[in-house]
């Protein structure tokens, strides 16, 4: 077992190889990265807690792009959330949001201690996009929520749109740390490799680790208390780990007084108008860090001249 893991603090993701076996993983843990997302909006807590799987979700496939750009998560359906989205760029950077209808969460939860995906969505479809920069095409595979998991989607995407075959876990959970509740997330995704002449079969040894994953427990994946060492030390000791360079993950989100701008030039000017407050200023809340921009007509052309 590598020993660089008793050095990974939260936000973090670490990619793994189970020693001498055909099959590669990753391991994210988040603490303060989402719970700044999370605490961005007064969310319902199974509304907390869907975004929160999304968003570890996005770290744990995001990390492996090979290149400069985003993966987006996003699932949407009829159901009380209408749109859950995570944007995760290759610099390590996260950000996320919710749309719903809080009536209809409230009372979707009724009679569940924690409604899943499905109850929430409804019927609807899971994304993932990967956006490689302006002059690339975006790719994006399209499945339907299946399960009451994002993760038996996630899976289900992994084999209809890559043939690869892919386990996941997600959890979400609060935790004390003296300070009050804090949001913690945490996820795992393990994936066979292709067989080939040199490596023959790999069936066995895919059985084999998937029963290892199974023993896994949520609460496991977002204790502060057990290290990502002693947790990988746990489901694959009799094998061994290796474990790659971690990469760090960190809330941020890309709005800035030039995006706004931007946006509201693409405004008539009589459609800018009407958005004018009392005070003589045009306000833009962020819908995925709450931040508020306020700015008046004259400046907005003054932006508009300086970008």
């Known amino acids: 077992m590598s020993q660089n893991l008793n050095a990974i603090p939260d936000n973090?993701?670490?990619?793994?190889?189970?020693?001498?076996?055909?099959?590669?993983?990753r391991l994210v843990r988040l603490g303060e990265a989402v719970d700044t997302i999370l605490q961005a909006h007064a969310?319902?807590?199974?509304v907390a807690n869907l975004l929160g799987e999304v968003c570890a979700l996005a770290a744990l496939v995001g990390s492996n792009l090979k290149f400069e750009g985003r993966l987006i998560v996003q699932a949407q359906g009829d159901g009380p959330v209408r749109y859950v989205v995570c944007d995760y760029d290759t610099s390590g950077s996260l950000r996320g949001y919710c749309r719903f209808d809080e009536a209809e969460v409230a009372a979707a939860t009724k009679g569940f201690?924690?409604?899943?995906?499905?109850?929430?969505?409804?019927?609807?479809?899971?994304i993932m996009t990967v956006d490689q920069g302006p002059d690339m095409d975006r790719y994006q595979g399209v499945t339907a929520i299946e399960g009451e998991t994002l993760?038996?989607?996630a899976e289900?995407?992994?084999a209809q749109s890559e043939q690869t075959p892919t386990r996941i876990r997600l959890a979400v959970g609060q935790v004390d740390t003296g300070d009050g509740p804090v949001w913690r997330a945490g996820g795992m995704l393990i994936q066979a490799i292709a067989e080939d002449?040199?490596?023959g079969s790999t069936a066995e040894a895919w059985?084999?680790?998937?029963?290892?994953?199974?023993?896994?427990?949520?609460d496991e994946l977002v204790d502060p208390t057990i290290s990502a060492e002693t947790l990988l030390f746990r489901l694959f000791h009799e094998d061994g780990a290796r474990v790659f360079e971690p990469k760090p993950i960190q809330a941020f989100c890309r709005c800035s007084l030039d995006r706004i701008a931007t946006v509201l030039a693409s405004f008539s000017e009589d459609e800018r108008a009407d958005m004018v407050e009392d005070d003589g200023q045009i306000r833009v809340t962020c819908e995925y860090c709450s931040k508020v921009y306020a700015l008046t007509p004259d400046s907005l052309a003054t932006i508009g001249q300086a970008s």
């Open 12 to 25: 973090l993701v670490a990619p793994f190889q189970i020693e001498d076996e055909p099959v590669r993983g």
């Open 113 to 126: 201690a924690r409604p899943g995906a499905r109850s929430l969505l409804g019927d609807g479809v899971f």
């Open 156 to 158: 289900q995407y992994f």
């Open 197 to 199: 002449d040199a490596r």
């Open 207 to 218: 059985t084999r680790t998937q029963a290892f994953f199974e023993t896994i427990g949520e």
């Open 43 to 46: 969310y319902p807590e199974p």
């Open 151 to 153: 993760a038996l989607s």
